[in-house]
């Protein structure tokens, strides 16, 4: 019979002989012996040095996208495992597994550590854990259904969801570097420059004014604003009665001969409001005025913007070539330079110069008669010599100027009546080489100064007052 060997089946025991029982029992007690040393020097070694804990192995992600492809839950790698007889806070979450939309799509795989962050909230208020899903990521230009590869989340989907948001979605404009404006030291010096200063002075006196003018220089936007002032003038203050106006033709030229008188020449601006807004066409006039009248500070340029032309014989030529009505006013400076005392008594028509213009255009003559001009600015004297240093013919002295200052310079309120008589054809009487017999001229000339005389007179006689008519 064989020799059994101690230790090497328990059960056998009583095989045993005394004496190898009694070995049997040192053996025991020497294991016992040795036993309880071994745990005394552990305690000692690990009350010197702290156990260090292994760091959790996360798991790799290609075994978890093999786990969800076979349809297996993935477990988390750092999940959370009970110690010793203490009782987990919350039961482990295994992480939410998204449905794959077609038969290629991949399901995607939510991290286990944010399942069971989720599962310790919900627990913590006493609530269900949701299911916990994905964020929306069609927003970002990623379709989570169609790839083929699992989206992990954490700090590295952020990571990519940030740049691909501010890469691939960004505008291009956007990308482009930004354009510095000029400095506060630029734009001061840009202020200092002399440039800046004209053009802003041009703007400004380009506010009121038209881009396009005519030939001789009428502006429509500035005849538009100082009509206003004529049609004050026209209707409130000399109020101006139009009679004849029926005499003037709607349609082309037309060679209006008037008297002159009043100091300024206010009867041009009224005959040409007077025909621009009561005639039934509303044609324009463009009256011929004498050259002092251009060395004035601003009127001559005013006179020239509304439509009035530097009286001259090429001028009124042009002009009724373009089938306009222009306005002469034989008289000249003697008319509007002469005393009260000699008012509404024509002076000398010149050399006949208007005949000639109407018989080479073939412009039938209107005559006019303006009354009231002569009392707006009633002039006792003139002074000559102080006006040849200052470019005019002379200096005038009427009742309230140079006495009242610049107050003296305005207009008084007097009624004022435009007379417009029958036309004269001159070329269907004498024909369009007439005008180089200056006899002829001469004595056409003096018919029509008559007849402007005879006007005047005949609507005097019908006035009864100056203010009032």
């Known amino acids: 019979m064989a020799k059994s060997v101690l230790g090497d089946d328990p059960f056998a025991a009583g095989d045993r002989t005394p004496g190898d029982q009694g070995r049997a029992a040192k053996k025991a007690r020497a294991k016992k012996k040795t036993a309880k040393k071994a745990p005394t020097k552990k305690k000692s070694a690990a009350k010197k040095a702290p156990a260090k804990k292994a760091p959790a192995k996360k798991a790799p992600a290609k075994k978890t996208a093999k786990k969800a492809r076979a349809g297996k839950p993935a477990t988390p790698a750092n999940s959370d495992r009970p110690t010793g007889g203490a009782a987990p806070a919350s039961p482990p979450v295994a992480p939410t597994l998204r449905k794959p939309a077609g038969p290629g799509a991949v399901p995607l795989v939510i991290d286990g550590a944010a399942a069971r962050r989720a599962a310790r909230a919900t627990a913590t208020l006493g609530e269900a854990p949701p299911e916990a899903t ?210 509404y008594q024509l002076q000398r028509f010149g050399r006949g110069g208007f005949v000639k213009l109407a018989l080479k255009s073939g412009a039938p003559i209107i005559p006019a008669a303006v009354i009231g001009a002569e009392e707006a600015y009633p002039m006792l004297t003139k002074v000559t010599w102080l006006a040849k240093y200052l470019g005019i013919p002379y200096i005038p002295i009427t009742p309230t100027f140079p006495w009242l200052g610049p107050a003296g310079a305005l207009p008084l309120p007097s009624k004022w009546t435009i007379r417009f008589g029958e036309p004269m054809d001159l070329v269907g009487k004498h024909g369009t080489d007439a005008h180089n017999d200056r006899i002829l001229v001469n004595r056409l000339t003096e018919q029509v100064r008559s007849t402007i005389q005879t006007m005047v007179d005949d609507t005097l006689s019908s006035r009864r007052s100056i203010i009032f008519g």
């Open 134 to 343: 994905p964020a929306p990521l069609s927003g970002h230009g990623i379709d989570p259904e169609a790839g083929r590869r699992p989206v992990h989340s954490g700090s590295l989907v952020d990571e990519l969801r940030r740049i691909e948001h501010h890469v691939t979605r960004r505008p291009r404009d956007a990308m482009q570097p930004a354009v510095r404006g000029p400095s506060l030291l630029d734009r001061v010096g840009q202020m200092m420059r002399p440039d800046t200063y004209r053009a802003w002075l041009s703007g400004w006196k380009m506010r009121t004014r038209s881009d396009v003018v005519d030939d001789f220089g009428l502006d429509p936007v500035y005849a538009e604003r100082w009509g206003k002032l004529l049609e004050f003038l026209y209707h409130s203050y000399f109020r101006v009665e139009a009679v004849g106006m029926d005499n003037l033709p709607d349609h082309g030229r037309a060679l209006i001969v008037s008297n002159h008188s009043g100091t300024l020449p206010l009867d041009g601006a009224m005959i040409m409001y007077a025909v621009r807004f009561c005639h039934p066409a509303h044609r324009d006039v463009r009256p011929l005025v004498e050259d002092f009248v251009f060395h004035f500070p601003f009127l001559g340029m005013t006179m020239n913007r509304i439509g009035c032309v530097r009286a001259c014989q090429e001028n009124a030529e042009r002009l009724l070539e373009g089938d306009q009505v222009v306005a002469v006013f034989p008289e000249g400076i003697k008319g509007i330079g002469k005393r009260y005392s000699k008012r």
